[in-house]
């Protein structure tokens, strides 16, 4: 099939260029993370509520992913780190590719940082088939969303190093089953860390940047390259 | 570009089986129906909600689009209408082939019924680009979500023919600006009809139930053919 054999060699083009990006920040000594979620869980929200820590650990540059507008990079500069929009011009995901361009044109050096955090668009299916040359992959889902969606979107989960369930300030209001939430985590994503957080109240953020922490102490990389 | 070339091959192919969908539901006197929306938003909910109204008025049959599993057809079938579960296996909206499929594979008659309400995989980027003979697109929203997603998503919200913004028994408790949100349909979807509903308590879906009755009246199709 003439289609798949395009496909094949597109996703293998993003791949090496995935790999030298990774190349790169370990020999800068700087720690990738790429978040990824359904629209409005709370990605811009946790980078937000978590600037002042991560801007005094880390000397910190955020790439921001969305269709459209520049919206998301505008609240995280307010909040006090330094970001950069990728408009991926309605792409469902960011890609490797999108990550080399924006490093190069926005002038940005590797070789100063600690973090490079990654917000992928909104989407609970298609950023999962695109790696950034990321150590690690954060999924974030939240209560709202409803506690199924480990089960019905496993393909983004499997792969996660770390899983956090932002809106917990909901569970007493929604009707949420936490322990089945977990319990399909579990099944995919067995050796995710997991964490339970409130981007509005701030609980749950300390042990999340505690983890960051020793990632950025021993950035070995995803146990799923 | 052979890639382009392939792509723009792939979706010709798309939209023609698209079009002899819609002749075949116009044939049959079908109203044909695709609810699109991020995953969790409330689609199958907004089912559950009006599935004995639905019966009452329409013979009706529902096509569940997910990644994984069969709860969505499961939830809709416990409602009370017959509902058959397309499972994409990782694909990221459905396709016109799928429905096609899915049409003779269940054997449904479409000369019997009413009404095909096609429930599309919670996504709010891909299934906007994939025609699948729908009269209606319905685009639904959710107040967790947060009020900019028609300005960041525009082009899901663009095509609808109706926006539903859905669980507004939330509205007293989280920060959402409804003004903001609709004037940001108002900027990409000037001619879509509006609800405001809450699948939770009921609220708000009678005048969709009543909308939905008038495009079966008259289902001379989307006006963005």
Redesign the interface.
């Known amino acids: 099939m003439?289609?798949i054999e395009?496909k094949k060699k597109?996703l293998k083009r993003h791949e090496e260029v995935a790999g030298q990006l990774r190349q790169r920040f370990d020999a800068a000594g700087v720690l990738a993370i790429n978040i990824m979620g359904?629209?409005?869980c709370g990605k811009t929200a946790l980078l937000e509520v978590t600037a002042k820590q991560l801007a005094g650990r880390f000397r910190t540059i955020v790439l921001e992913g969305?269709?459209?507008?520049d919206?998301d990079a505008k609240r995280v500069n307010a909040a006090g780190l330094e970001a950069y929009q990728i408009n991926t011009d309605?792409a469902?995901h960011l890609d490797a590719l999108m990550i080399e361009k924006a490093l190069k044109d926005n002038k940005i050096e590797l070789a100063g940082l600690d973090l490079l955090v990654i917000e992928n668009?909104?989407?609970?299916?298609?950023p999962a088939g695109f790696p950034l040359g990321e150590h690690c992959r954060i999924v974030m889902s939240?209560v709202?969303?409803?506690f199924?969606?480990p089960?019905?979107?496993?393909?983004m989960f499997y792969k996660a190093d770390c899983v956090i369930l932002n809106?917990i300030d909901?569970l007493g209001?929604l009707d949420f089953d936490k322990e089945a939430f977990w319990g399909f985590v579990e099944q995919v994503a067995p050796r995710a860390k997991r964490f339970e957080i409130s981007c509005k109240t701030g609980e749950g953020t300390d042990a999340w940047l505690g983890w960051l922490n020793q990632q950025k102490t021993n950035p070995k990389g995803s146990k799923h390259e």
Chains 1, 2 share one sequence.
């Open positions: 003439r289609q395009v597109v359904s629209p409005g969305d269709l459209q507008t919206n309605g469902c668009v909104g989407n609970l299916v298609c939240s709202p969303e409803g199924d969606k089960a019905k979107y496993p393909r809106k909901l209001i």
